[in-house]
């Protein structure tokens, strides 16, 4: 089972339940028992159930939604049994689908699907609520620890609709709650028109049928065009509210529905794998062409699978191709395969740990051992090295110091280079980790002898009896410079000859906005508050890069890192998300065309497989939402203290609109707080208007007489000027190295 | 000097301190001592002056700022100079105005004014950086208080120049920071072409003249429009970025310089009074027509004043103005008026009250005592009722029934209106607080005698031996329901008559966005970290309501004000700004045209000068930055269990951007970190793949052949529909009630 990364369940139905009731085996001892046993045997791991039927929405809609013909006296009387049952609201047996602890054991609870918390109708909204706590108290009475929520269907009243899951939230202590929500709004692409007949304002409805209306993405602009990212994006923005007004909390999932068709854009899909799906819903009448691995491992719910609508496959046929999917998907190949990234960190996806300090504490041996398995670093390494002895005039004899020799890779690297390149050197070997430096003292006896020469001490303070024609060091960290490889080499620098070769030659940073909530959950959870603050080294997996390769208007490159110790960087951003943090990565040119990389886009051209470093992770402390087609622009400073380096970091977002011209029209209107005339009194002649100075003017209205009317031709092209307007900002992160820093 | 809002102070230049030295009187120990008493002699009760002068102005420039044509020597000389003084900066004695602590008494520093704190160049900003730091540091040597920066020129550096101050503000713990900003940002009549010759990659940069550029709104976009909105908004924006940056830190103030001419649109203007302005400065070239009551009591710097440019006024004119514009100013001459809001209100502006729950709490005699003194509430009341006696059927004998008496002026009214219309009655007056019901005997033994008829107890559980024509009741809160008047009525609606009279007959409340400063840092500021979750009761006065009255495309009205207990509103923001929190009203129908209202649009209209109550404040935790024509939507929910009322509410953001269909272009180019192809490993034929049902279409891209080209005219026109996009929203605030809930 570990080899498979998600669990198959079924979604059965009322309906299945009443064909059991009817078909009844005697082995089993009721209905449920037996559709369970039947779904084990057909290879599912677990199964969804609705928990009422269509009696207790019989029940529901006639005490609470009250026929505009029915007579006062009907009315009197539903009213008096809905505010019964809203005083102590109980189920009759004849209500409910399970009724026993064994029944329901492992069972994920489908909520009654008709129920509107989103209604624009408060009494609705309000006896739904009721309705809801009423089946959650059930469920839990039964032991239930999952619960699938009805889907959100009204944009305007989503707020309602979270308002009223984090309260369930808050007063069921331990089951879980999943909303459903399609992937899109599938009415995209067929704009239905909502039943909207409220009777009001006795808070009663009329409805024809209380069945799930379709989706309103807003009910005050019905006419609005329908294919536009902002409508594809409708149901992950209410999502995204959803989790915000329940404040991230972890017992709130996501049930995926992929019930409409896939859409052809790839961010719609993408912005899906940074959210916490615990369900995938995926009925017979559609297809799931990529996985994508499997975020989170989550449950996927087959629907429809017995209703015959494949019949060439069967019905096992679809948990087959999910199967065949799931084995042939290369996140999960990749994993599979020792070697590569994947494989190796297993484990660690979206895991945060804290960045190495090798300056300020000295490293344990398991730690040098582990990164010097990378397969790929120190042939890089290797490679550059006999490229720059290559460089350097024959017979000359060469002088290479390796500034931070650990347990000595490079050392035997450059040995082996040396070899291969025909050529003799001085080694010298700096380190200053004492312990370390031990083992380098075994390697010298017993592997290099008089060909290297140890030198025991900090880079920054020793004296190195030759200067160097090529200088080596491996102090990048994830982000380049945040291991404080700068500082270090900036004390090691006067051991090298002035046309002196150092590798790394050079190595650049590289910053991109990420949306995680998996990750911004985790860094939040510390106890340390200071822990939204603090970058952290993370091998990334269910995250989504918010920004895209495509240029904004003003040709804005996807990164623009400089060189020097602050950066402020421009991103496009094409599909509406929630900024969580920014992913810092490094790329390092060791010599020539030979490099080291993270980059996510280079990283396989430059240094494929090389595992030594996982990305850096600097969080946001409060999420920052971005619409589809804002610009992000984040700053970041590299600062310094004689004793301490650290980061600070902030984004501001904008957006581009069409420019409205300032005009007059808030003179003449009043925005009610600012009532006090431009000229209080009538504005008594000043004491010191001369003639030839009439200053007073300046406090005039001087562009009435210039603004332009919209009717003008002109008028109407200046429409079509845009500028980018602020829409948002972070606070400063870091302040000082308040939360963090790097001891120098 | 109570009778001033503002102090009046001179901002002196160097030139100012070179006169003194020319022409110094033997009786000052220094020529600063003599400005500084020439300056109080003329009616300045403070002054500022620069710290530094020309001379080291001079020499940072010839450390920091190199000559492209400088030779190899000279550069390096320099290049030693700067590091010497970075590492150990100090001033020379003649580069400073003041040395000594006599001279420093009470003076407002002005920062070397040519510091580029937000210089594109890292090294410019880095050595401006230490300059400043420098320069608080001497101030703070000479116990200097208060320091006036120079302002934030480019805004698209502004983010450093705002780290730079966060960081100042944290290292230097007493003095008080003040940004200096136009109100708006004067080139946006006349563009100037900013000098930006940086030489680079060293960073010493060549300039002409280290002298103030003017400001850069963004230098990525030179040929932007400067006209708009957003360009008004420029400065206030960056005032806004550099706040927040620091956290709202209290000893960060603003000074509002008026050189620019003002503005037409009155949105600029007010938009400064919700932020702490603590100095104003005024060059005598230009003049402010209206203070607006000025806004935190700030300091207004005249500058220039002595400079002759207004002959026949002479120097003292401008001062003399000044306190004319101030008398005269309508704030000023309301809080000096008996009997208006503005007078009762001294000291409590601004200031965060918790509300009363006179329910919960039997009130003490000294808040009836404060209640009672209302010159209006209680001749509404007394209005209401002679009419409603009017409009029973005379001889007819009334039964009023009076819920909730305290200490009895509503019957005292009662009594009188009756007197009024010659009519007779029975008084029921019910009161559950023991206190007050033994003044209510008192009163009944002294004044009333058997016209009236006590009652002692909660009006939701007494019985009442007749049932009344009319029933009054005074329970309203400053949002309406929010000392539970809805809950007490449902108690005491028993006692009406079927056609009885309720006196009020209705109530509304009503919700404005609100932005401060003051009243975000005062709830923040509290111990308590529920307390921005909690409404408060607030005098407002240095506030912006954000909202304006011009109505968005469909038709929004500016308030949308429900009856039901759950309210979503849309609000037009005219002007960009920051939300803090909302404020909360009513206004009452007590009977007739006769009400009550804290409407600030109608209470002039309804009960001018009635002071029983202060506005609601609902707080948001973090501000929503709203830009210019915007939308904001609000949804506020009034909960209940059955011991307890709440509120919780909650805000989303939204903006009218041109709808861009959504294309294909981000499936052919690739955002990193969506490697994935849609088909992995070419999608093996499913095992279902039955002929007649070729469903893995489903998930092929299937609109690509039908994607707009972005060169028909009709893919043009498109381009001119707008649909709203979510920009943001805030957390769900007191979920739960758990931080503010009034007992039941």
């Not at 809203?86 to 054991?105: G, K, Q, Y």
């Amino acid at each position: 089972m570990s080899s498979r990364w998600a669990t198959l369940a079924t979604s059965l139905t009322a309906e299945d339940i009443a064909d059991a009731i009817l078909s009844q085996d005697s082995q089993f001892d009721s209905p449920v028992l037996q559709v369970v046993s039947e779904a084990h045997a057909k290879g599912y791991e677990t199964l969804s159930l609705p928990l009422t039927n269509e009696n207790w929405r019989k029940r529901w809609s006639d005490m609470c939604l009250l026929s505009v013909d029915a007579t006062d006296s009907e009315k009197e009387e539903a009213s008096k049994k809905a505010e019964a049952w809203r005083s102590r609201p109980v189920f009759m047996r004849d209500e409910v689908t399970i009724s026993r602890l064994d029944e329901a054991e492992g069972i994920i609870a489908m909520v009654s699907e008709w129920l509107e918390l989103d209604s624009p109708d408060d009494g609705i909204r309000h006896d739904a609520e009721i309705a809801l706590r009423q089946e959650l108290a059930y469920a839990s009475y039964l032991n239930i620890q999952a619960a699938i929520l009805p889907p959100p269907r009204n944009r305007d009243y989503v707020a309602s609709y979270a308002r009223i899951i984090n309260s369930c939230l808050n007063s069921t202590p331990y089951i879980t709650l999943s909303v459903r929500l399609p992937i899109y709004n599938p009415s995209v692409f067929q704009p239905t028109s909502p039943e909207s007949a409220f009777s009001s304002p006795n808070r009663k409805t009329n409805r024809s049928s209380p069945a799930t209306p379709a989706l309103v993405v807003s009910e005050s602009s019905p006419d609005r065009p329908h294919n536009s990212e902002t409508s594809l994006n409708a149901t992950w923005e209410m999502w995204d509210l959803i989790r915000s007004m329940c404040d991230y909390n972890t017992r709130l999932t996501l049930t995926l529905d992929l019930s409409p068709a896939l859409p052809s854009t790839l961010g719609v899909l993408s912005k899906w794998a940074a959210e916490s799906v615990r369900y995938i819903f995926l009925p017979a009448s559609t297809f799931i062409a990529n996985m994508k691995g499997y975020p989170h491992r989550p449950i996927i719910l087959l629907a429809d699978a017995n209703t015959g609508r494949h019949r060439r496959g069967g019905e096992s046929g679809y948990s087959q191709y999910v199967r065949h999917l799931e084995k042939t998907s290369p996140p999960v190949l990749a994993a599979q395969k020792p070697g590569t990234v994947e494989n190796f960190a297993q484990g660690y996806q979206d895991y945060l740990q804290a960045p190495l300090q090798p300056l300020m504490d000295n490293l344990p041996s398991a730690t040098y051992h582990t990164f010097e398995q990378d397969p790929i670093k120190y042939s890089q390494y290797e490679e550059a090295m006999l490229r720059a002895f290559h460089d350097k005039p024959a017979g000359q004899e060469i002088v290479v110091c390796i500034a931070g020799a650990g347990r000595g890779p490079l050392v035997a690297r450059c040995l082996k280079a040396l070899e291969r390149a025909h050529r003799e050197a001085t080694v010298f070997a700096i380190e200053k980790n004492p312990n370390a430096y031990v083992t380098l003292q075994y390697r010298q006896a017993n592997e290099w002898g008089t060909k290297v020469q140890l030198i025991f001490g900090d880079m920054r303070a020793i004296e190195v009896p030759e200067k160097a024609d090529i200088l080596v060091s491996e102090l990048l960290g994830s982000f380049g410079d945040n291991e404080l490889s700068p500082e270090c080499l900036d004390g090691a620098m006067r051991f090298l000859k002035p046309n002196g070769i150092s590798i790394p030659s050079s190595y650049t940073a590289h910053l991109a906005p990420l949306s995680s909530s998996k990750l911004y959950n985790e860094a939040r959870s510390s106890k340390n508050d200071k822990s939204l603050e603090t970058p952290y080294v993370v091998m990334f997996q269910n995250v989504n890069v918010l920004s895209g390769t495509k240029a904004s208007a003003d040709g804005i490159p996807l990164t623009n890192t400089h060189n020097t110790r602050s950066a402020k960087l421009r991103f496009y951003i094409p599909h509406a998300g929630v900024l969580h943090g920014l992913a810092g990565y490094f790329e390092a040119v060791l010599y020539g065309n030979i490099g080291l990389s993270i980059h996510p886009q280079r990283k396989d051209q430059i240094s494929k497989d090389m595992l030594s470093w996982f990305p850096l992770f600097f969080p946001f402390k409060e999420p920052l939402y971005l619409p589809s087609g804002s610009e992000l622009q984040v700053s970041i400073w590299r600062l310094t203290t004689e004793k301490q380096v650290w980061y600070e970091w902030h984004a501001e977002s904008f957006l581009s609109v069409p420019q409205t011209n300032s005009s007059n029209e808030d003179l003449l209107l009043s925005p009610y707080g600012v009532h006090a005339p431009l000229f209080p009194g009538g504005a008594p002649p000043s004491p010191m208007a001369d003639r030839e100075d009439p200053f007073l003017l300046d406090s005039q209205p001087r562009r009435s007489a210039t603004l332009p009317t919209s009717a003008t031709p002109g008028a109407l092209a200046k429409e079509l000027e845009f500028e980018l307007v602020k829409i948002g900002h972070t606070s400063l992160h870091n302040p000082g190295g308040r939360s963090s820093w790097i001891g120098l």
